[in-house]
């Protein structure tokens, strides 16, 4: 009796590890299989063979596979800076995106490699494969059809502060509202400059970035009209990473589920 027990607690702790999604809990599956098949070996009168798949196959071999799942490689993540959103300060990186970038490479078991660059090059680089995910305040465009999540809604806003051109961060949604003869920037830096400097009339931006050049006192007396609703904020997955497409959903559906998705959203946007 003691063996038959013995032997479907093994077929069952395999099958538990074969079937896990995430690595970790596939790992503890084949550790506690080779502690069962140590047992199944004892009860078989073979005390030899069974300390010999404790020591080895539950002791070097969890070991190594636990080394080899902390090392499966980075997730790459590019990004524009989009201050509460995700930003560095100092040496961090910090912001309600970034919160949630963790966690998700917490849940991968994978290091996170983030890649400061422009809006314009963000669907180029997803595309190449040279990164798996894009954050940093994205609003996706519908020509660009690529995998998205959404996280935070906005909307676009006309900012018009005098006369002259109207501009708009190159690749950004805005770019789809911008008049005939408008001007591209290639960040939002560049378009606030132009815009304060008196080299554009106005300029099409989400509402996290009018908040922010407000915040910091660079855009004072400008006539706000909204251009686009029902828009939001998402992270965007390369194509053919459909597991980090699930992996990011069931992230987010905990964090949704738990509450903690609510927290962080009033504590970095309230």
């Known amino acids: 009796m003691p063996l038959i027990l013995a032997s479907c607690l093994t077929l069952a702790l395999a099958a538990f590890a074969l079937t896990r999604r995430r690595l970790l809990w596939g790992v503890v599956g084949v550790g506690a299989h080779s502690l069962a098949l140590a047992g199944v070996f004892f009860l078989l009168s073979a005390p030899d063979v069974a300390l010999t798949e404790a020591a080895i196959g539950f002791g070097l071999v969890t070991f190594v596979y636990l080394l080899a799942i902390r090392r499966t490689g980075k997730l790459v993540v590019v990004a524009t800076p989009a201050y509460p959103l995700l930003y560095q300060q100092g040496e961090r990186i910090q912001g309600l995106e970034w919160e949630i970038l963790t966690r998700l490479g917490r849940h991968l078991h994978r290091d996170l490699e983030l890649i400061w660059t422009s809006r314009a090059e963000i669907a180029p680089l997803l595309r190449s494969g040279e990164a798996q995910l894009a954050a940093g305040g994205v609003i996706p465009r519908p020509d660009e059809g690529l995998p998205t999540r959404p996280l935070v809604p906005t909307r676009l806003v006309l900012v018009k502060a005098g006369p002259g051109r109207v501009g708009a961060i190159r690749g950004d949604r805005g770019e ?21 400097q008196g080299r554009i009339g106005g300029a099409i931006v989400d509402l996290l970035r009018l908040r ?3 915040l910091a006192g660079r855009l004072s007396g ?13 992270l965007v997955v390369a194509p053919g990473e459909e597991e980090l497409a699930h992996a990011l959903e069931e992230v987010l559906g905990e964090m949704e589920k738990s509450g903690e998705l609510a927290e962080l959203i009033r504590r970095y946007l309230a």
Request: aromatic residues 8%.
């Open 176 to 196: 789809d509202h911008l008049p005939a003869g408008g001007q591209l920037f290639p960040g939002p830096e560049e378009l606030l400059q132009a815009l304060a």
């Open 212 to 214: 922010n050049w407000h």
């Open 222 to 234: 400008a006539e706000v009209t909204p251009v686009q609703e029902d828009l939001s904020f998402h």
